[in-house]
């Protein structure tokens, strides 16, 4: 179902999923995923929740070991227990629903920690850094706040400096906007979208179809732990070809809309 | 049986009443029938205090705050290492376990006979400092105990997506620790922490049990001492009263502290 996402040349994608599987005790979460992000691509991933797109993601930084299968990562084989995987971590950020950022450090102090003490810079050249990615997404004027004093969408957009902040690769993001208030939502995509358009490879697990569908390359659907299909973002989201797709994006796009004849067959749990 | 016709509310009022006038009452009767000078001359007798003044200060009381201090310091740092070592899994935290359930579970009194009796006299081995210095180290050990459950607790309490927010920035699982989940729970802890302080300040009291030389002796042991030596409980009395003026503002402290801590960081 993937083919056509496989390069000519496999050395070109940055990630490279194959066979994966992640079974959380006798719950098959991920069931055989294939797929690659090229060099430069934005993907969305979309899917109803427990289809298991958030697993793939914390899978790909080995946030989540895989059961089976393999996940290269800028050329690395991050399932090979020989592989130094905090090395590859440094090159690919992650954005979480939960922005995750460090209490006890302001905004500057989120920016700069993992600066200093994982790629050793110095201080002075991590603060720098740290500003220029702040004043980036538009938190110049909230560098020195603790991110109890911020909103949601500063908050997540700090987070997003901070992964930026380590000059990273490849850009992953686990519903960055679920988390917050509809009318914060903007600032963040925004943010994103800038990002895309700088020509970062990003994966980017979302509920955002205006997103998907504007700003991204490609959008893969996954249900029940596989990818039931994918296409590039316009086409696939206006003109879904897989029955499971038409549902889920008309139930998403028109939640009032509820039609009882579809309900028996979307729910293969 | 007519307080049962009163409201729950009227009821409550009359018991309070009563238990006011029963302790007025007494109070007057052990004020009346007592002998003050007596009492006054075995319990807080002038001439006594101003013969153990000024070294229930100089010597007792900075005594006990310095064996304290010490014993808070190495104790939290044991603790800290304890509890790192607990959480970090694999033999590293099968020792921890079997220390912290040790010297949790056996009297703080047996740890100390260990330090300063049973392992010098077993094996001849003195600990440096002498019978002091081997106190001290049975009270570094019970602290670090104690205190290693507090912060395992304290950094179990820090969120899960805090490592794996570090994690994903490439930090190791020893920086993970250091820079995000230490500091965090570290504040965590800081009311239980100083609870523990409370407790070991009185739990210095212990050493007396020890047998300390006469420049080492805290609180508790000079007021021992002056009980045998002018046979009035005054140094006791006294001694008491000290503790309690370090106690209580510290107590009061944990009760502000857990206040301001508790709601959000």
């Known amino acids: 179902m993937s083919s056509m996402a496989t390069p000519a040349s496999a050395g070109l994608s940055p990630i490279q999923i194959r066979g994966l599987r992640k079974s959380f005790g006798s719950n098959e979460v991920l069931r055989g995923i294939d797929l690659d992000v090229l060099e430069g691509e934005v993907v969305c991933v979309i ?64 920016c700069m920690i993992a600066q200093q003490q994982v790629l050793k810079r110095s201080k002075a050249e991590a603060l720098e850094i740290a500003k220029k990615n702040l004043t980036m997404v538009g938190l110049s004027d909230r560098m020195d706040y603790h991110p109890a004093k911020l ?8 987070a997003i400096a901070r992964a930026l902040s380590m000059d990273p690769k490849i850009m992953l993001f686990d519903e960055p906007t679920a988390a917050l208030d ?17 020509g970062m490879t990003m994966m980017v697990v979302t509920h955002e179809m205006a997103f998907a569908r504007d700003v991204s390359d490609r959008t893969v659907f996954m249900d029940a732990g596989v990818i039931v299909e994918q296409g590039p973002s316009a086409q696939l989201i206006s003109n879904p070809g897989h029955k499971r797709t038409q549902i889920f994006l008309k139930r998403v796009l028109d939640p009032t809309h509820i039609d009882d004849s579809e309900l028996g067959e979307t729910e293969p749990d | 049986m007519a307080v049962l016709k009163l409201k729950p509310t009227q009821r409550a009022r009359a018991g309070r009443l009563l238990s006011y006038a029963v302790g007025i009452g007494v109070i007057a009767l052990v004020a009346f029938t007592a002998d003050w000078p007596k009492l006054q001359h075995n319990f807080f007798n002038p001439d006594v205090i101003a013969k153990i003044f000024p070294n229930i200060i100089v010597i007792a009381l900075r005594n006990t705050l310095l064996y304290t201090v010490v014993a808070f ?62 106190g001290l180290l049975g ?6 105990a104690y205190s290693a459950e507090i912060i395992r607790a304290g950094i179990e309490a820090v969120a ?76 006791l009395i006294v001694a008491a009263l000290l503790y309690l003026v370090v106690t209580l503002p510290l107590t009061y402290l944990v009760s502000k502290l857990e206040k301001k801590l508790d709601p959000k960081r």
């Open chain 2, 73 to 134: 310091v190495g104790g939290s740092l044991l603790g800290i290492l304890l509890a790192v070592m607990k959480v970090a899994g694999g033999p590293l935290s099968w020792f921890a376990i079997a220390f912290i359930e040790f010297f949790r579970g056996v009297p703080a009194l047996m740890t100390l006979f260990l330090f300063a009796f049973i392992i010098p006299i077993a094996t001849g081995f003195q600990f440096p400092g002498g019978t002091i210095g081997a």
């Open chain 1, 182 to 198: 509809p009318e914060l939502v903007g600032d963040v995509l925004a943010v994103m979208r800038d990002l895309a358009q700088a």
């Open chain 1, 47 to 110: 899917g109803p929740s427990g289809s298991g797109k958030s697993t793939l993601l914390r899978c790909v930084n080995l946030l989540e070991q895989p059961t089976a299968g393999s996940v290269k990562l800028l050329g690395e084989e991050m399932t090979d227990p020989d592989v130094e995987i905090n090395q590859v971590r440094t090159h690919v950020g992650m954005v979480f629903q939960a922005f995750n950022l460090f209490p006890h450090l302001t905004a500057l102090g989120n």
């Open chain 1, 151 to 158: 909103s949601g969408g500063q908050q997540q957009r700090v």
């Open chain 2, 139 to 144: 009270l570094v050990i019970v602290t670090g």
């Open chain 2, 160 to 235: 899960g997506g805090q490592s794996e927010a570090a994690r994903s920035l490439g930090m190791t699982q020893g920086q993970t620790m250091g820079w995000i989940v230490l500091p965090q729970a570290l504040r965590i802890v800081i009311p239980p922490m100083t609870n523990e302080l409370v407790m070991l300040l009185k739990d210095t009291s212990l050493l007396f049990s020890i047998g300390l030389a006469a420049p080492d002796r805290e609180l508790t042991t000079f007021g021992k001492d002056g009980l045998s030596t002018y046979a009035s409980a005054t140094p």
